[in-house]
């Protein structure tokens, strides 16, 4: 299968990919790495779309079939698995990486490591993640955003708290009030 794919399907190394990249050549990145391949470090600029996925996600991500795209993986197999895949599927140029991710980090090519939660994290903001408009990437956001709130009277304090709760990283509170006995 994987001779075949190789007389059907074009195959670029680390360094002709980061050539093309360099003289500004429309293409599309794909890695098709898994999820937690994906958060060790990818390709500046690419899409994630995991080998189990590819056909059920590719079209949405990258929907013009002229368009040449490098996928890659970490050594180069399931990538020259997928690109035959979006060949068989009407896309014109599809490239495997040989090499891989591997490759292309051996060759200190510029890598993107995002930022990820840790477990502590995602036990706690576990709720958060399963709500598809906040997500990882939304909670990171939350927990760098800064939030001034001015009063801690009667829905100053409430605030504060569902703030906190839903992992809002800094907030300052501010109140020109006295604090008596009575506010106890």
Same mark, same amino acid.
């Given at each position: ?21 360099? *003289?500004?050549? *429309? /293409? ?18 690419? $899409?994630? /779309?995991?080998?189990?996925?590819? &056909? ?72 958060? $993640? #399963?709500?598809? &408009? ?13 939030? $001034? #709130? ?26 020109? *009030? ?7």
């Amino acid at each position: 299968m994987l001779r075949r794919a190789r007389t059907e399907v074009a195959e670029q190394s680390a360094a002709e990919v980061a050539a093309r990249l360099q *003289d500004g050549a *429309d /293409v599309v990145l794909v890695d098709v790495r898994e999820q937690h391949e994906w958060n060790e470090g990818h390709l500046p600029g690419a $899409l994630h /779309v995991p080998r189990g996925y590819l &056909e059920l996600q590719i079209e949405e991500a990258v929907p013009e079939r002229d368009r040449p795209v490098v996928l890659y993986c970490a050594g180069g197999v399931r990538s020259l698995l997928a690109a035959e895949t979006l060949r068989q599927m009407g896309y014109r140029e599809p490239i495997s990486m040989s090499g891989g991710y591997t490759a292309w980090k051996n060759a200190s090519l510029p890598t993107v490591v995002p930022r990820t939660l840790g477990e502590e994290a995602r036990k706690r903001y576990s709720r958060h $993640l #399963l709500v598809p &408009e906040v997500g990882e990437h939304g909670q990171l956001k939350l927990l760098d955003a800064k939030v $001034l #709130l001015l009063g801690a009277g009667g829905l100053g304090a409430p605030t504060a708290l569902y703030l906190a709760a839903a992992g809002v990283g800094t907030i300052g509170i501010v109140d020109a *009030d006295v604090v008596e006995a009575s506010n106890l």
